[in-house]
């Protein structure tokens, strides 16, 4: 049974940096994409950046691109996304996600069955 677990969210100024890690387990995760995505208060859960497992493409939403960068550690079976230059905007309860998915469908919430229970991110101006 797939199993993903967030970690390292928090409270942090305008500007200021935080590192999510995602630790992922139950199967080989070869075939997989792994993704982040976000939901801030009264919004819709949306996609932030996902990485090819196999290869390591990776993915991002635009409003975060050139700020954050996700990354894997496959003897870890570990996911991060490193998060600078942080804004009010990007506060946020942010999951883990994970499938095996054609690439052209990565940014669509609905396309992963395997979710972890989400960490809050704070980022206070």
């Known amino acids: 049974q797939v199993q993903l677990v967030e970690s390292g969210g928090g409270l942090v100024q305008a500007g200021g940096s935080l590192r999510l890690s995602c630790a992922a387990s139950?199967?080989?995760?070869?075939?997989?994409?792994m993704a982040w995505f976000r939901q801030g208060p009264g919004k819709e859960r949306e996609f932030v950046a996902a990485i090819r497992w196999r290869g390591g493409n990776t993915y991002y939403a635009d409003s975060v691109k050139g700020r954050f960068t996700i990354s894997r550690d496959n003897a870890k079976n570990m996911v991060y996304l490193q998060m600078n230059s942080l804004k009010p905007e990007d506060t946020a309860a942010y999951y883990c996600?994970?499938?095996?998915?054609?690439?052209?469908?990565?940014?669509?919430?609905?396309?992963?069955?395997?979710w972890g229970q989400g960490t809050q991110v704070t980022v206070s101006s």
């Open positions: 139950g199967r080989t995760f070869s075939s997989y994409f």
């Open positions: 996600a994970a499938d095996s998915l054609n690439s052209d469908r990565v940014q669509l919430a609905y396309a992963y069955d395997y």
